[in-house]
């Protein structure tokens, strides 16, 4: 499975409402998945690894899921169009300025203000010459980064989660 970051920029909507409603979900053993951009990035599969990252300040990793199938009936590869009959039954027919739409299951988020910082991750030997500055969704990260980030993700989504700032469905 690969790994691909989704970007989110906070002046395209307030999305602590969606984090409220999605850690109290999780805080209560329930799965919720987000429908969310993924600009032009046409290789996400069914159990592909997501993070999806706070493009403003501070800049970092607020949440992590997992690609998952949409409805049948709303799956892209379902139009009767050739150009989609080879994509995953994650993407779904919604776009997002002229972007793809993806579906992901979410397993852990923290709060938006307290993302796992590109700054503290740029401090650590298997970031330093890691580029982390994307300007797009749908960027997939190499093998050994995106192990390396997920380390730090559970690390900093278990210390949130206990401060009350984050859920883990792990943790149910």
Known sequence: METFVLLHNELDNDIRECLDETKNEISKGNLINWDWSCATTKGIKVGDKIF??????????????????????????????????????????????NGFVIWVEIHSVVDYDYPLEKKKLKALPEF????????????????????????????????LATKGLGERLIDF
Do not use: N
Not at 61 to 81: C, H, M, N, S
Not at 134 to 139: A, D, H, L, N, T
């Open 52 to 97: 999806f990252q706070r493009a403003g300040k501070p800049g970092g990793y607020f949440a992590y899921g997992v690609a998952v199938a949409a409805d049948e009936k709303d799956q892209l590869r379902k139009i009767k169009d050739v150009r989609y009959q080879d994509f995953s039954e994650t993407y779904r027919k919604d776009c997002y300025r």
């Open 128 to 159: 330093t010459d890691v580029f982390l500055d994307f300007r797009r969704s749908g960027c997939k990260l190499q093998p050994d980064v995106a192990e390396a980030l997920f380390r730090e993700w559970e690390k900093h989504s278990m210390e």
